[in-house]
């Protein structure tokens, strides 16, 4: 069986984890990469992928026949142009979140794609997580019945610096739109309203950016749950990524990955693992799954898991986050249009 | 030294917990009890107590002078009248929660109470249970330094019968208020702001008797930091308590409290124990402790821990979050005067 | 219904513990107390309970009439004595353990006992303890089928001093024997065979004083099951009292119980409480619960629980372990006559 | 630089895992493998590796200039022949355990190995595991001081087929030799003296066979350290590996790895993932981790972690607990020579 031809367009540390997971698997080649700085440790980076194509220009890659499928990993403010482009050419779409700062844009994209039946998977890793998937599978199985609360903790080990801040269309759009993906996918269920409250207590310098680096999020679903997300660009102990869905029959929840189970008892102090320190760790095997994910719907053994709709759905969410906070009062998601 | 003479007024489930804890401390002495129903039950139940005193009218408890503290443990529509009664005289009062449904009147009180220096403790005995204490100290000393998030999950094992819902004064003022004082406890800040999301998802009758069983609470507070609360009237796998304080320098949290640590393996499952079933086994160690903390201040050896002005904040808290759910919109404390 | 009256022989830390306990237990009423060092701190000591006897004779406390029961917590080399002067007066007996450090003494106090048609209650305490009955029951409701392997884990804080050391008739009499009576309690069966290894790694000074403060000790049970202990005099972390039963369906543990189930999570390290400090934390609610069921036994409600046979084949244990350690061999307790 | 050429010997489960591995190790490229068998199963599954060798003669793979290292894999009877071949040819050996069945040909191979001056591995991979290497760097670092007491429990989910019991060299040769490594590999220190107890209580075939499937074994050590091992052919639950050391300072252990943090509470049960369910799922990436040493061994980057002499004395001890187990008693170390 030919592998299917890959482009990245966009190869800082994404780009290049979803590269070197390609080695691994089988069904996939890794042709060409592009990046508007083609520079010299690039270079040196890709010889081990004996790349047909390098180049600065995404569209060059695109334009390339042997590629069918790319990957979209350059800076958000690029995705709407070169899916656009992309989609126009027929390829298939690995886009990671947001799909665009815009929702409307990203509305746009989501029909368009549709129209032109490429297949298109946003870069929501998570759903892709053991512990995650397993609280899914939990709940198809109707576990704990009807879902009545949903919680989410989300905190980052540290802050990024003030450059990421910048181009990350805040908190919201940069790191909360994974948890109201994982709201959505949890549970199965449309967001209805959304009450933010925000904070700057980590860093001065971030509520000088005009970011916010805490929040606690209130939102209510289609089926009458109730979720809160709270989420804090700094937890010293590392990476806090629990979820906890509670339902008429139960409670799910999920803990921290740690690197070891060890556990050290000593006069001073019973000690255990830190969680896993930050995404590279805790999720670095969902990245490959979710790819693996996107290959098989290419080779259409599989249904899109994330959609242009979800992409579309968590901006429309971090829209509404973001509009809450600012005007101190809740807002539906109707009013997101 | 001669024993605190003691009268309780009001012999349900807790008025009978404070009589029976009073025998095993040797310090009090209960003397009388009253109850508008003062039946051939209580009657059977208050013979190892000998009492000197036993009415159905808690004025003639009030008016003994050997009584120099009294227990109101009556229904919460009758404390007003009772505390005025027994301040006018003189007596130390112990008041379960919430003094009144009526913030103004509590303040009323609260004023009251002070004028006369007599020792007043509400029954917030939460404060008391070894973890939560445990949180204090360590907030006390600094071990996360400066809070940024609290977290209180506070679920029933089940929903009470109507008649308790329809004079409980709904579930912000009769469940929730015990969280309310807990995050002022443990954050050691007052709240400003509260906004209430609230539904009825474990049982429509609830909902007929006009109150909600379940809640998402959003706190602000005035050291900035930023709080959740989340209840139900109904978790079939327990009494679930639990509380999260996050903070610059880490996060403390606390689980629920096992009857036993035995662990089952079996081929189907990995199993351990449920958490104790319902306040009185999770709690009942903070019961016995809050009388004693009351003894000793009126002894004079311990300041007020949990004070009329504790038992008024958590009111105005709770009548905010009513108006939060009623009105869909933030609610602001100084609101609420 | 009238009170049974007690006497306590042997007014030490245990001897006071169970005092305390009565105080709290409406079906008995401690009348008096023997101790050869009846000074000042024991008589002040036993204001509160309105003694009608306080001798240094423990004979003159048999004697008295209203005496219906005896609890002996005098040093282990004055039990048979009292055993037999109570048994001819036909006291029901509490005896701490070991009942002897002779287990042929203690076949014959068996026997007499047994005659004499007394209620006789030896004082391991620990089948009363929560977790352990619990254990127990999952056992005898045949959770994991038939037993193959039982391990327990039993480690003191810290050493004893030398005196107590030089009266204990070593660390298997004095702190194994509670494991061997805890093997046979959950597995249900007889101990076959026993071989112990045993060192001196905490404090040299316990080996001048010709005992071990470390061992293992591994056992074959009747029932074909294989067992394992391992002792040492000081856990430096606390308390350490684990079981874990495996078998053909499963395996269940209990782990230790903690004070509080705080977590705390800091750069530095992830923390949680130490286990309680020492058996009178750990144990004090089975030392309740052990006198209840004593005086429950007298009351003819329960069958005997922990009785001198049960006292008698712990002794055997020790003695075949202690031989064994000597001669570096397996020993078959029938050898042990 | 240019890649090591690796040939493997007998391509069953545990040679196909390392051929694996190798595909995603870039300092390596497997050449050639041979296996008795080389059926059309076999070549179908080696296509993916573009071997230049296939062969059934192990001879013909080890005589090839462009092999520097083979993986011996194949059944343990067959160890010492391909060794003494290999070693002749100056090849480097990754040898899967245990060395032979017979400690004395162990021997004379270890001297063969150090003479000839190649690198030799034993493919103890636990050494490799995550878990376990944290303990050992926790050991060097003093953490826990001077270790008094060692516990390991290493039990299988199901025993194998009545095939590979009689090819296994029995319960100690074959499982209990991981222990008897991770023993000595975690205390830093020889055993001295093995005593020994079995028994058949998961399938009496088992017994007819002539082996145990259930066993309890003590070691002592030359640091005065004592140990005990327990080991089930059968734990219904899964793959039960912790680890357990004690010493002067405190306490470390280890807990089974798990698939997920998912914690389900319900009304009848609080459960928690089972363990990973065998070696292939729990110790996966310690079979990475092995061969990148044996690799950086070779490149002359780390000195050898699992040496002949290694696997000798893992060999020997499980040669005295057979004894132990036959004849019933303590067996010191140095009467196996």
């Known amino acids: 069986m030919p592998k299917i031809g890959i482009g990245i367009i966009g190869v800082g540390r994404i780009g290049k984890l979803h590269a070197e997971k390609m080695l691994h698997n089988s069904k996939v080649q890794l042709l060409g990469i592009s990046d508007v700085f083609m520079n010299e440790e690039l270079v040196e980076w890709s010889k081990p992928f004996n790349l047909s194509i390098m180049t600065n220009s995404y569209l060059e890659l695109i334009q390339d026949p042997r590629i069918e499928a790319i990957f979209i990993?350059?800076?958000t403010n690029t995705h709407i142009e070169i899916i656009k482009a992309a989609v126009a050419r027929g390829k298939h779409i690995f886009c990671e979140k947001p799909i665009s700062f815009n929702y409307q844009e990203t509305k746009e994209i989501m029909e368009l794609v549709e129209q032109a039946g490429v297949?298109?998977?946003?870069?929501?890793?998570?759903?892709?997580?053991?512990?995650?998937?397993?609280?899914?599978?939990?709940?198809?199985?109707?576990?704990?019945?009807?879902?009545?609360?949903?919680?989410?903790?989300?905190?980052?080990?540290?802050?990024?610096?003030?450059?990421?801040?910048?181009?990350?269309?805040?908190?919201?759009?940069?790191?909360?739109?994974?948890?109201?993906?994982?709201?959505?996918?949890?549970?199965?269920?449309e967001v209805e309203t959304v009450y933010a409250e925000g904070a700057v207590l980590v860093d001065p310098e971030i509520g000088e950016l005009g970011d916010i680096d805490t929040a606690i999020i209130t939102l209510r679903f289609a089926n009458g749950a109730l979720g809160v997300i709270d989420n804090s660009r700094k937890a010293v102990y590392g990476y806090d990524q629990r979820v906890e869905i509670f339902g008429e029959k139960g409670n799910i929840s999920v803990e921290n990955d740690v690197p070891t189970t060890v556990k050290v008892s000593t006069e001073e102090a019973i000690t255990t693992d830190h969680p896993k320190y930050f995404f590279l760790d805790r999720y670095i095997e969902s990245y490959k799954t979710e790819v693996n994910y996107f290959?098989?719907?290419?080779?259409?053994?599989?249904?899109?898991?994330?959609?242009?709709?979800?992409?579309?759905?968590?901006?429309?969410?971090?829209?509404?986050?973001?509009?809450?906070?600012?005007?101190?009062?809740?807002?539906?998601?109707?009013?997101?249009?």
Chains 1, 2, 3, 4 share one sequence.
């Open 73 to 75: 990993c350059s800076p």
């Open 119 to 189: 297949v298109f998977q946003v870069g929501f890793n998570r759903r892709f997580d053991h512990n995650f998937q397993k609280v899914r599978e939990l709940m198809n199985s109707e576990t704990i019945g009807q879902p009545h609360l949903i919680k989410i903790t989300s905190r980052d080990p540290q802050p990024p610096p003030a450059s990421y801040i910048l181009a990350s269309g805040g908190l919201f759009m940069d790191m909360s739109i994974h948890d109201f993906d994982m709201a959505r996918y949890i549970t199965g269920s």
């Open 295 to 337: 290959v098989e719907s290419i080779l259409g053994g599989l249904p899109p898991l994330v959609s242009a709709y979800d992409g579309y759905q968590a901006e429309r969410i971090a829209f509404a986050a973001k509009q809450s906070l600012l005007q101190g009062r809740l807002v539906r998601l109707e009013e997101i249009q």
